[in-house]
């Protein structure tokens, strides 16, 4: 299989071409992970699950070690033994839930307890006895949550270590802060948002290279003071794998998300009290379908015209080829939105704001439809509902995109040169 890795110059920015995988022997990666990656439940799962997928399709050779939490258990990826044979996943049981005395104790530290939840010497002999059983020409951490355990990994073994920054955690925090309503709480997590943003930006220094998500990332790291090789690797789809026997069954409009997420929480408000009621005084024929894990109650038990409320899905695909058009109505949050990838892979006419869209190389227009305010929100997607040509244009254009800017092949394959250029490799 000849695919292009691309070759860093001068300051090892890897934003040009020129490796060919096939011509270069397959790399040992340790991917170390805050969570299992299987099952892909929610973004920084499938985000991590697709890096996988797209090295071992590389033919590179990759080992999976993990925290499994309360909410993010082991259980279903160690009974997949097809999942265990080919990542020889490992898992190490942590409780991650906050606990009251050990907040408190934090509110007078400068070390960040969101990041420190994660620690756990455990997880450092799983780790130990993965390094000193097995040699890897590259270590890679997903997230800053397993940043903690650098020194110890630097400590057995001498592999480059490579960050992959989903998002910078501490602009979450602060979007989440001010979603905050109650004064006490903003003013602790505005605490943690400090907490997150010293730790960000020592920490990835210590690495010696960061793969950002977007061009945005890469910049405020770069802002931040990172001297370190970066360089942007996003979020990556088999897309050609991406199909669902489902069609729509009228005009609806739908939304898909981790609802335990407040930014997705409050764009739903947002939507539903300032866009939503001129929609359907335009289409009352219309429906909305909302999906996802972790609906709260003032959502699961909402009564509104028109809105059907459905909870986690089994299939993602299914759910989103089942519907007409996808709503991203997002006004804080970081990183970015992997289900507009998915949504544009299944020919989904989007409409989204500009945050929610972030991180995606669209035109607007042309691969989805960009409303920033409620009046533009309701009018995009009533143009959207009233002229089939449109959808089917904006729908083909977005797929067009997710095939030739984010096939999960082309992307790993620019990690792996990356990859190459840290650990000294020439092929």
Not at 116 to 138: A, P
Not at 154 to 166: D, I, K, Q
Not at 177 to 187: D, G, I, T, Y
Request: proline share 5%.
């Amino acid at each position: 299989m000849a695919l292009l890795e691309r070759r860093a110059k001068g300051n090892m920015d890897t934003d040009s071409v020129e490796l060919d995988a096939s011509h270069s022997s397959p790399l040992r990666v340790l991917q170390i992970c805050p969570k299992p990656p299987y099952p892909p439940v929610d973004g920084g799962c499938i985000a991590a699950n697709n890096i996988t997928n797209g090295l071992l399709g590389l033919g590179h050779r990759v080992k999976v070690v993990s925290i499994a939490t309360p909410k993010h258990p082991a259980t279903d990826a160690l009974a997949n033994t097809s999942y265990c044979d080919e990542t020889r996943f490992e898992a190490c049981n942590h409780d991650t839930r906050v606990k009251a005395w050990s907040a408190l104790r934090h509110l007078f530290s400068k070390r960040s307890y969101n990041i420190e939840r994660f620690y756990t010497k455990r997880f450092e002999t799983l780790l130990r006895k993965t390094l000193e059983s097995e040699e890897f020409d590259v270590i890679h951490f997903e997230s800053a949550y397993v940043a903690p355990y650098l020194d110890f990994v630097r400590s057995v073994s001498n592999a480059p270590a490579v960050y992959r920054a989903h998002n910078l955690e501490f602009e979450i925090w602060r979007g989440t802060q001010a979603l905050e309503p109650n004064p006490l709480k903003r003013a602790y997590v505005g605490h943690l948002a400090n907490q997150l943003e010293r730790y960000e930006r020592t920490f990835v220094n210590d690495f010696d290279g960061v793969a950002a998500i977007t061009d945005a990332d890469k910049r405020t790291f770069e802002r931040m003071g990172c001297r370190k090789p970066i360089t942007t690797i996003p979020f990556g789809l088999d897309v050609k794998s991406v199909s669902s026997d489902c069609k729509p069954a009228g005009t609806t409009i739908f939304h898909l998300g981790s609802m335990d997420w407040l930014p997705n929480q409050d764009g739903m408000k947002w939507f539903l009290r300032d866009v939503w009621p001129h929609i359907v005084s335009e289409h009352p024929d219309v429906s909305l379908v909302l999906a996802g894990r972790s609906m709260p109650t003032w959502l699961s038990t909402l009564n509104m015209k028109s809105v059907q409320v459905v909870g986690e899905v089994p299939s993602a695909f299914d759910f989103m080829a089942s519907h007409s058009i996808m709503i991203v109505p997002l006004h804080s949050g970081g990183g970015m939105r992997i289900k507009i990838i998915e949504g544009m892979a299944l020919e989904k006419p989007i409409v989204s704001t500009s945050l929610g869209a972030a991180g995606v190389d669209y035109v607007d227009g042309e691969h989805l439809l960009i409303a920033d305010t409620s009046d533009l929100f309701a009018e995009r997607v009533s143009e959207l509902i009233a002229d089939s040509e449109l959808r089917k244009r904006i729908a083909s254009a977005g797929r067009r995109l997710a095939e030739s800017h984010y096939d999960n092949s082309e992307i790993s394959a620019k990690l792996v040169g990356f990859y190459r250029q840290l650990a000294g490799h020439s092929g």
